[in-house]
């Protein structure tokens, strides 16, 4: 596509449900990122995948949280059991290869936890 | 620990004046770095960026920045900032020693009073 897609733009859960949050990268970009930008604590980087590896898990902040990306396109970040102190824009960002490259970033996917 | 520092999380400017933005990093090694900045409202995007060659880097709006390698820092510069430069800005390094992800510094958050 021409930019980067996310969905749902916004969702509210209760505190315990499992929520999934998708990204759909520009088409052939091979890198795909995955940060959390709360109130004053900037970009928290999460993970992110070359192709469908991924060769970088450690930004995840608990075993809560997984992703996924298939025919090294489309990612899906799930969080179970969600806690209020998720409630952040989940942003995703692709690049044509990883290195030295420029992100594009989707509009991001607000979660508000009750 | 690699990281990225921004020293100021809130400016305030009149128009007219003059901005340097701080931005240090902890990498070693060759950098690429990058400054992106969302405006109210809008998708983070690229403001400008460093590769490699002259460390005095221009970007887009006027905004320019400069690469100190024997001080780890990228600072960002305008010379007379515009109401319409009110926006959050990032600095983001993605390094070889990092395992090229990108990570971002805390941002900035400058108002410009008109």
């Known amino acids: 596509g021409a930019g980067v897609s996310q969905s749902p733009s916004n969702k509210v859960t209760e505190k315990g449900k499992d929520v999934e949050l998708r990204c759909d990268p520009i088409s052939g970009h091979t890198a795909l990122y995955w940060y959390r930008q709360s109130l004053g604590q900037g970009l928290e980087f999460l993970i992110y995948?070359?192709?469908?590896?991924?060769?970088?898990k450690s930004g995840l902040p608990s075993d809560r949280f997984s992703a996924e990306r298939t025919g090294g396109s489309v990612s899906t970040l799930t969080i179970q059991r969600t806690q209020q102190e998720d409630s952040a824009v989940y942003l995703c960002a692709s690049s044509p290869r990883s290195g030295a490259n420029v992100l594009t970033f989707g509009a991001g996917s607000r979660l508000t936890v009750l | 620990a690699q990281s990225v520092s921004q020293h100021n999380h809130h400016v305030i400017l009149s128009e007219a004046a003059s901005l340097e933005l701080g931005c240090n990093y902890s990498?070693?090694?060759?950098?690429?770095l990058f400054w992106y900045v969302q405006y109210p409202g809008q998708h983070l995007q690229l403001l400008l960026k460093?590769?490699?060659?002259?460390?005095l880097v221009k970007g887009i709006k006027g905004f320019e920045a400069e690469f100190i390698k024997s001080k780890f820092s990228f600072n960002l510069r305008k010379p007379s900032v515009q109401w319409s430069d009110t926006a959050e800005y990032f600095c983001a390094v993605n390094a070889e020693t990092g395992g090229f992800k990108t990570i971002f510094g805390a941002g900035t958050r400058l108002f410009v009073k008109a």
């Open positions: 460093y590769f490699s060659g002259d460390p």
């Open positions: 990498y070693g090694g060759t950098v690429n």
């Open positions: 995948f070359q192709g469908n590896s991924a060769p970088d």
